[in-house]
């Protein structure tokens, strides 16, 4: 029953931008630390940012901050990542995922604290 539902990926140009929504059903997002990964081919996933449970804080892989924003809606349960000043190097399949969390608490930044994931969705970023 729990669904983790990503959609908006797609193909831009270096410098281009690209929202990412993550459609939760069977929780409640807010009760949640919410991340979103990302895979390149031949990598490991790692985490591009995540939002406590909440929304109290947030974190940012160095390689994104400035240029990312991960933000929910607790009416719609939907996860977001706004995605600006693309890069080749952000060409990856970008999952969403969700990991049970304290508040106040350290957000979870290793892949293995998720329980539960969405399929991906594709985002070609060409040079």
């Known amino acids: 029953q729990v669904q983790l539902v990503e959609s908006g990926g797609g193909s831009v140009q270096a410098g281009g931008s690209l929202t990412l929504s993550c459609a939760a059903s069977?929780?409640?997002?807010?009760?949640?630390?919410m991340g979103w990964f990302r895979q390149a081919p031949g990598k490991e996933r790692e985490g591009v940012a995540i939002?406590?449970?909440?929304?109290?804080?947030?974190y940012y892989a160095d390689s994104v901050k400035g240029r990312f924003t991960i933000s929910q809606d607790n009416a719609k349960n939907t996860l977001y990542l706004q995605m600006t000043s693309l890069k080749p190097e952000d060409t990856a399949m970008y999952y969403c995922a969700a990991s049970v969390c304290r508040s106040g608490s350290s957000l979870p930044l290793n892949v293995h604290s998720y329980v539960y994931w969405g399929q991906g969705t594709q985002v070609i970023v060409s040079s």
């Open positions: 069977g929780f409640t997002t807010s009760s949640y630390c």
């Open positions: 939002l406590s449970n909440g929304g109290d804080y947030t």
